[in-house]
């Protein structure tokens, strides 16, 4: 287990995952602005781009996705999830997803798995597409064994 490695997946992780959120309009799915639905749950309102709650709505993101999700998936489940480092990762990126969409999208007022967004579908998928690949990427990362270095002599 390593706390390094933990981080450097969940950063790369968690980027991906943002900037798919942030094009995912471009390939017809719903605006998905985590940063602004996070930095509208500090009060206020949805809050605009690079606003001051906005960027802490991203700061939260990046935290959460980053450090605290990383370091309990390597910490505490990694060991315990069956199959490969991909197939624990996106076990980890379900159940997260699963959370999501049953308590931070009503406590972000969009109802239990989305219910009251103009589109509940099309943004339930997109968050599990969004989930799935953090996960996969987040197990991938995590679980590369190092490359043995020759000794020298």
């Not at 939260?60 to 309990?72: D, E, K, R, S």
């Amino acid at each position: 287990m390593s706390f390094k490695k933990a981080l450097l997946a969940g950063f790369v992780a968690t980027l991906a995952m943002t900037m798919l959120m942030y094009i995912a309009p471009m390939m017809g799915m719903p605006k998905m602005d985590i940063a602004s639905m996070l930095g509208g749950m500090l009060g206020g309102g949805m809050p605009a781009a690079m606003s001051g709650s906005w960027l802490m709505g991203m700061l939260i993101h990046f935290v959460n996705g980053t450090v605290i999700f990383p370091l309990i998936f390597a910490f505490l489940l990694y060991s315990r999830f069956p199959g490969a480092p991909v197939v624990k990762g996106i076990l980890w990126g379900l159940i997260l997803w699963f959370l999501a969409q049953a308590m931070v999208m009503p406590i972000m007022g969009a109802g239990f798995f989305a219910s009251k967004t103009l589109q509940p579908f099309i943004t339930v998928f997109g968050s599990l597409m969004g989930h799935i690949i953090y996960g996969a990427i987040l197990g991938l990362i995590y679980g590369t064994q190092p490359v043995a270095q020759p000794r020298m002599a």
